[in-house]
């Protein structure tokens, strides 16, 4: 078994407040969607692991300037971490403060099976508005179609569409960009047009409801891998039914 290939989640979420209980929310749904799964351990400045017995508590310490800590299995042959960051206002839709939960997992089969309840733990963790889980070796060219004449000039990698920086996006409920596997809150489906019966048969075949009423919604049966052409071409038919992804719609 290799560790090499990495399955990252990415979502977006209303910023923290003190006091806020869904950095514990992420960590917790984590590991209930994982059986097995403890992720009681720190990574030092000089890269040592270090075990969190009072985990919860050390994490709610570290909730703060609108993000939470690093904590992972402990594992460093079979990694799994999770942090959070602020996305300041000047950088995100409508200039509001967004909470970006990031999580790194293996991409092997037993995790492939996981993801989609793995990413709807973390979403729903976080209150999320919308986020996804994708390869990493994918999501590195898509984050290639983000550009901009004067602060990211370039050409889209195969293809696919130009999309805009976030703070150039009208409202936070719209995705920047789509993944392998998709969460859209109610409010980010609505916001994008999701679903219509008669024009996503194929997408609604795969997809399912959350407790919240936000969809997880899988682009292919199998990891995003754009060396395929029908990935690839399921990746440009999603872009094209969904113009309001990227801020491309006016």
């Not at 092997?108 to 996804?132: K, R």
């Not at 984050?143 to 703070?167: C, M, N, S, W, Y």
């Not at 199998?222 to 872009?239: F, Q």
Request: aromatic share 6%; glycine share 10%.
């Amino acid at each position: 078994m290799t560790t090499r290939r990495r399955l990252g989640i990415i979502v977006y979420a209303p910023a923290l407040v003190s006091s806020d209980g869904r950095t514990l929310a992420v960590v917790h749904g984590m590991e209930r969607a994982l059986p097995g799964l403890r992720l009681e351990w720190k990574v030092s400045e000089d890269g040592r692991l270090i075990a969190l017995p009072q985990r919860d508590a050390w994490l709610a310490e570290g909730t703060q300037d609108g993000g939470f800590p690093l904590v992972c299995n402990g594992d460093e042959s079979y990694p799994v971490t999770v942090y959070g960051l602020q996305t300041p206002g000047s950088q995100a839709p409508g200039g509001q403060p967004l909470l970006d939960v990031h999580a790194k997992l293996p991409l092997d089969d037993a995790m492939i099976a996981a993801a989609p309840g793995v990413l709807e733990s973390v979403a729903e963790g976080a209150c999320a508005l919308w986020g996804h889980a994708t390869p990493s070796k994918v999501a590195v060219e898509i984050a290639g179609q983000t550009i901009d004449p004067v602060h990211k000039p370039g050409v889209p990698p195969r293809g696919l569409p130009a999309l805009k920086f976030p703070e150039k996006i009208r409202s936070r409920e719209i995705p920047h960009r789509l993944g392998w596997l998709n969460y859209w809150s109610a409010a980010a489906a609505q916001a994008i047009g999701f679903p219509d019966p008669s024009r996503d048969a194929d997408l609604l075949s795969r997809a399912r409801r959350t407790e919240t009423g936000g969809w997880i919604v899988p682009l292919t049966e199998t990891p995003l891998d754009l060396d395929t052409p029908a990935h690839l071409e399921a990746l440009m038919r999603a872009y094209e039914r969904f113009p309001e992804i990227g801020g491309r719609v006016k």
